[in-house]
């Protein structure tokens, strides 16, 4: 039996998470954005979870199991990458090189930031899938 209070915090979890999403939209913080949705997505799928197993072991979505444990392989592997991303952009801040950025090594940067935090999860998910069978 699982407490009664886990979906309430499941919930909240993702209110919180979601909180300073705006902050960081203004600020183009993507790999940030990306871990803030990643988060988002794996609280989610645990506040579901909380629903639909409580305090039982049928099953009563088979379809709903083989989605969620695809999710939280996919968020295991995009935490790790959104993190990486966001420590590139910190040394990039206090590395002593030069700071003007053109506009054309910006978008390099957003390219970079986008593969590194949705691509590379999303690949490695798929590899993940076909080795399983």
């Known amino acids: 039996m699982r407490h009664p209070d886990y979906p309430i915090w499941s919930f909240i979890a993702i209110l919180l998470v979601a909180l300073p999403a705006p902050w960081h939209l203004?600020?183009?913080?993507?790999a940030t954005l990306c871990l803030i949705c990643w988060l988002v997505i794996a609280n989610s799928c645990t506040f579901v979870n909380s629903?639909?197993?409580?305090?039982?072991?049928?099953?009563?979505?088979?379809?709903?199991?083989?989605?969620s444990s695809r999710i939280h392989l996919l968020v295991n592997y995009a935490i790790p990458a959104c993190s990486l991303a966001q420590m590139r952009r910190l040394e990039s801040v206090?590395?002593?090189?030069?700071?003007?950025?053109?506009?054309?090594d910006?978008?390099?940067?957003?390219?970079?930031?986008?593969?590194?935090?949705?691509?590379?999860?999303?690949?490695?998910?798929?590899?993940?899938?076909?080795?399983?069978?």
């Open 94 to 104: 206090a590395s002593s090189r030069r700071s003007l950025i053109s506009a054309r």
């Open 51 to 67: 629903l639909i197993w409580d305090g039982n072991y049928s099953d009563k979505s088979p379809v709903w199991c083989d989605i």
């Open 106 to 133: 910006r978008k390099r940067r957003l390219l970079q930031e986008i593969g590194l935090c949705i691509l590379v999860p999303v690949i490695l998910t798929g590899l993940c899938v076909v080795v399983q069978g």
């Open 26 to 30: 203004r600020a183009r913080n993507v």
